[in-house]
């Protein structure tokens, strides 16, 4: 089993989009079980590859009991938003209410190149959404509007000067 560490706002890894897969073999295999393994730390939903270092697009997700991933994933069906709590492992110790689709499905490949689609609703819908736009080089944090996004701002200011 391997726990990876995770890449932590401020790495520029992060605000990278990555690169579609290509190659299809040994190292996207244990980047997938890398990203399985570190997924399910307790407490965790879901992980792109950019968040242990690698800008190839593939995320892991562990939700409800769904345990899964994805290469090249393609966010292709959202329903009616509604808000809800959502955090980041690369912005540990902050949260904050953010709109999202209330449905999500993604598209994208297996190991082997195979197609695959991944629906759900609620965190699952919030986690496919939230690790797309990871792979796009975005944080959660970067659509908050209004005062959340105000408070959002501050904790990050106040963490990084060491102030809490």
Same mark, same amino acid.
């Given at each position: 089993?391997?726990?990876?560490?995770?890449?932590?706002?401020?790495?520029?890894?992060?605000?990278?989009?990555?690169?579609?897969?290509?190659?299809?073999?040994? /190292?996207?295999?244990?980047?997938?079980?890398?990203?399985? *393994?570190? $997924?399910? @730390?307790? &407490?965790?939903?879901? +992980? =792109?590859?950019?968040?242990?270092?690698?800008?190839?697009?593939?995320?892991?997700?562990?939700?409800?009991?769904?345990?899964?991933?994805?290469?090249?994933?393609?966010?292709?069906?959202?329903?009616?938003?509604?808000?809800?709590?959502?955090?980041?492992?690369?912005?540990?110790?902050?949260?904050?209410?953010?709109?999202?689709?209330?449905? /999500?499905?993604?598209?994208?490949?297996?190991?082997?190149? *195979?197609? $695959?689609? @991944?629906? &759900?609703?609620?965190? +699952? =819908?919030?986690?496919?959404?939230?690790?797309?736009?990871?792979?796009?080089?975005?944080?959660?944090?970067?659509?908050?509007?209004?005062?959340?996004?105000?408070?959002?701002?501050?904790?990050?200011?106040?963490?990084?000067?060491?102030?809490?």
């Amino acid at each position: 089993m391997t726990v990876r560490p995770i890449r932590l706002i401020g790495d520029p890894v992060l605000r990278t989009a990555c690169e579609p897969v290509t190659r299809f073999g040994d /190292a996207l295999a244990r980047l997938v079980a890398d990203l399985l *393994d570190t $997924v399910q @730390v307790p &407490g965790r939903a879901g +992980l =792109a590859a950019n968040q242990i270092g690698v800008s190839l697009a593939v995320f892991a997700y562990n939700v409800d009991g769904r345990l899964g991933y994805v290469v090249n994933p393609v966010l292709v069906a959202e329903a009616e938003e509604q808000p809800g709590p959502e955090g980041c492992l690369s912005i540990p110790g902050i949260s904050a209410i953010r709109r999202r689709a209330a449905r /999500a499905t993604v598209t994208g490949t297996d190991l082997r190149g *195979d197609p $695959v689609t @991944v629906s &759900g609703d609620g965190e +699952l =819908a919030r986690c496919l959404q939230h690790e797309t736009g990871h792979l796009r080089g975005e944080l959660f944090i970067d659509r908050l509007e209004g005062p959340e996004r105000v408070q959002v701002m501050r904790q990050l200011r106040s963490a990084a000067s060491g102030v809490r």
